[in-house]
C-alpha cells in the first residue's frame, strides 16, 4: 500500500531533550516536506527537501533540523525542545512534478513540558 | 503570497441535505487544489485533486469545483451522512522558487446533525 509512515504517532518529552520524528515513504516520491498544525494557524510548513541531500527551510524553520540522506527517508530532528514546539506535527510527499498531489502521513502529536 | 479562506469556519446541516462548502485563495497561479479530510487528531485523508486546467472533479457523493481566474473552489457534498462530520481542508500548490509547497486554509469544521 502507497504510504508516508510517521513514528512515534505520540510523543510526550521535556524541554531540552533532543529527539527525532522519523518519516518514510514507499511511492519514490522525490519530494517530501514537514508541516506543523496549531489551532488557528492551520498548517505551515516546517522543512522540504527536493530530493536526496537537497532540503530547505519552509516558513516556520526555527529550532528544527532535518536531513536526506536517502530518498524514502526525512527524519524531522528537535534538538533542544521547547514548549511551543508542542503541536501536530505531519510529514507529507509528492513526485517532484506541478500536477501531483500530495500523501501526508497520520501525524505524530508532540507535546514539550 | 498567496493566502488560503475557507468560509464558514464551522457548518452544522441535518443528515441528507446537500451542502457546500468554500475555499478562496489570493494567487491564481498554482499547480492544483486538493481537498483533505481531517478527523479530530487525525491525519489528512486526500478527497479530490483538481487541476489547474481543470473545472472540476468528482468522487462519488463528492464534487469539487475550479474558477481559477477569480481564486475559487467549492466541495459540493450530497446527501450527506453522519460520517461526513470531519475538518475540511482545501489546499492549494504553488511553486516557490522550486518549493512546490502546499499553503492550506484553516478549514471548515462540518456536523451532520442526524
Known amino acids: 500500500e502507497a504510504q508516508v509512515t510517521q513514528n512515534p504517532r505520540y510523543l510526550i518529552t521535556v524541554t531540552g531533550k533532543k529527539l527525532t520524528v522519523t518519516c518514510s515513504q514507499n ?44 530518498k524514502r527517508n526525512f527524519p524531522l530532528i528537535l534538538e533542544s525542545p521547547s514548549p511551543n514546539q ?8 509528492s513526485f ?8 501526508f502521513g497520520s501525524g505524530t502529536r508532540l507535546t514539550v513540558v | 503570497k498567496q493566502e488560503v479562506t475557507q468560509i464558514p469556519a464551522a457548518l452544522s446541516v441535518p443528515e441528507g441535505e446537500n ?33 489547474s486546467s481543470q473545472r472540476e ?4 457523493r463528492l464534487n469539487a469545483s475550479l474558477d481559477k ?3 475559487r ?23 516557490n522558487f522550486g518549493n512546490e509547497k502546499l499553503t492550506f486554509g484553516t478549514g471548515t469544521r462540518l456536523t451532520i446533525i442526524p
Open chain 1, 27 to 70: 511511492m519514490n516520491h522525490e519530494y517530501m516536506s514537514w508541516y506543523r498544525q496549531d489551532p488557528g494557524l492551520g498548517l505551515r510548513q516546517i522543512y522540504y527537501s527536493m530530493n536526496v541531500e537537497v532540503t530547505d527551510k519552509g516558513d516556520v524553520p526555527e529550532g528544527y533540523k532535518v536531513s536526506r540522506k536517502e
Open chain 1, 86 to 93: 508542542t503541536s501536530l506535527y505531519f510529514c507529507a510527499s
Open chain 1, 96 to 103: 517532484n512534478r506541478g500536477s501531483y498531489g500530495y500523501t
Open chain 2, 19 to 51: 451542502l457546500v462548502l468554500n475555499c478562496s485563495f489570493t494567487d491564481s497561479a498554482i499547480y492544483n487544489l486538493q481537498w483533505f479530510r481531517q478527523d479530530p487528531g487525525k491525519g489528512l485523508t486526500s478527497l479530490l485533486l483538481i487541476q
Open chain 2, 57 to 60: 472533479q468528482t468522487s462519488g
Open chain 2, 69 to 71: 481566474s477569480s481564486g
Open chain 2, 73 to 95: 473552489s467549492t466541495l459540493y457534498i450530497a446527501a450527506s451522512q453522519p460520517g461526513d462530520s470531519a475538518t475540511y481542508l482545501c489546499a492549494v500548490k504553488v511553486s
